[in-house]
T-cell receptor, first 110, second 111 residues
Framework: DVKVTQSSRYLVKRTGEKVFLECVQDMDHENMFWYRQDPGLGLRLIYFSYDVKMKEKGDIPEGYSVSREKKERFSLILESASTNQTSMYLC?????????FGPGTRLTVT | AQRVTQPEKLLSVFKGAPVELKCNYSYSGSPELFWYVQYSRQRLQLLLRHISRESIKGFTADLNKGETSFHLKKPFAQEEDSAMYYCALSAGGTSYGKLTFGQGTILTVHP
């Protein structure tokens, strides 16, 4: 079974803090993704990575950056958290057939 | 750029009734279409993809290129079908499998 894990289920941070969300997959997938999930907006792609140290912006990259130093780990970084980044964050990794999702991190920025 | 639209935010049916969740897309090339489902307190998971043309949990979806639609159907809804459903599109080619999602439809099946 593919396993995608995310470092935290719930996170509360203050405005202006630097936030790290981590994602680990155990299936040697090359492609990994970060989405945010908001009611009424569905899932929107923030960033993705197609190999170690390789990354590309998704549809809503502003205010975020990513890091992929090892194949199994893909980190999302909020450089200076803001209240409009309060959301559910989903990580996914992709086989040739489908994307496998992590359980999500619900981030609240106060 | 591609776009996926799910016009219904909420859909309620009774157990045993037919259900159809609508999905329309816009994309100039040949897309891959998917339905993902998220049950309560579970992670998002693939339900079906148009290429495999299979039926999963009694659900089917046919890609209609003329109407640019990929509606999800089930003839007899069950209470365990209650969930959030997302339609998604992949552009294929060098898109690395990026998915564009619709807004989602919450399906509630009443007993």
């Amino acid at each position: 079974d593919v396993k995608v894990t995310q470092s935290s289920r719930y996170l509360v941070k203050r405005t202006g803090e630097k936030v790290f969300l981590e994602c680990v997959q155990d299936m040697d997938h090359e492609n990994m993704f970060w989405y945010r999930q908001d009611p009424g907006l569905g899932l929107r792609l923030i960033y993705f990575s197609y190999d170690v140290k390789m990354k590309e912006k998704g549809d809503i990259p502003e205010g975020y950056s990513v890091s992929r130093e090892k194949k199994e780990r893909f980190s999302l970084i909020l450089e200076s958290a803001s209240t409009n980044q309060t959301s559910m964050y989903l990580c996914a990794s992709k086989s040739s057939y489908e994307q496998y999702f992590g359980p999500g991190t619900r981030l609240t920025v106060t | 750029a591609q776009r996926v639209t799910q016009p219904e935010k909420l859909l309620s049916v009774f157990k045993g009734a037919p259900v159809e969740l609508k999905c329309n897309y816009s994309y100039s090339g040949s897309p891959e279409l998917f339905w993902y489902v998220q049950y309560s307190r579970q992670r998002l998971q693939l339900l079906l993809r148009h290429i495999s043309r299979e039926s999963i949990k009694g659900f089917t979806a046919d890609l209609n290129k003329g109407e640019t639609s990929f509606h999800l159907k089930k003839p007899f809804a069950q209470e365990e079908d209650s969930a959030m459903y997302y339609c998604a599109l992949s552009a294929g080619g060098t898109s690395y499998g990026k998915l564009t999602f619709g807004q989602g439809t919450i399906l509630t099946v009443h007993p």
